[in-house]
């Protein structure tokens, strides 16, 4: 093993260290509305990756703009997943839906962010997701 390949792998358990939430990667799909009973239910979409990951706000500030007939605050997140996690069956990219599903932080339970980026390396840490809060 290399003196770069020992580094790596101490970066890589160090970043694993911090990853605290639980997630789910999902392809997004149109939500369904029932008109009988005037509910709208989210779409499932294929699941990419479950599992561990690092959920951190990018930015204390969120932008807002207008989508549609409402206001939106869009707010920046970065998911960092294991960087030796599985490759999942389909290529992540924007608009694949982030669910966070646990974490010690209760606040973020139910979080729902969009991916707007990935970035992928061979000496990265792990593998990082840029997303945004839409709500």
Avoid: C
Avoid at 28 to 44: E, L, M
């Amino acid at each position: 093993m290399s003196a770069l390949d020992a580094l790596l792998a101490a970066g890589r358990a160090a970043a694993a260290e911090l990853m605290r939430e639980q997630i789910t990667l999902r392809a997004s799909v149109d939500d369904g509305f029932d008109w009988g009973t005037g509910t709208t239910t989210p779409g499932t979409g294929t699941v990419l990756y479950s599992g561990l990951a690092r959920v951190k706000p990018v930015a204390r500030l969120g932008k807002e703009v207008d989508a549609g007939e409402r206001n939106v605050t869009l707010r920046q997140y970065t998911i960092s997943v294991p960087w030796d996690s599985p490759a999942p069956p389909e290529r992540v990219v924007p608009g694949v839906l982030v669910d966070v599903d646990a974490s010690r932080d209760a606040r973020l339970v139910g979080l729902r962010l969009w991916v707007t980026g990935v970035e992928y390396g061979s000496t990265s840490t792990a593998w990082r997701i840029s997303a945004e809060d839409r709500s």
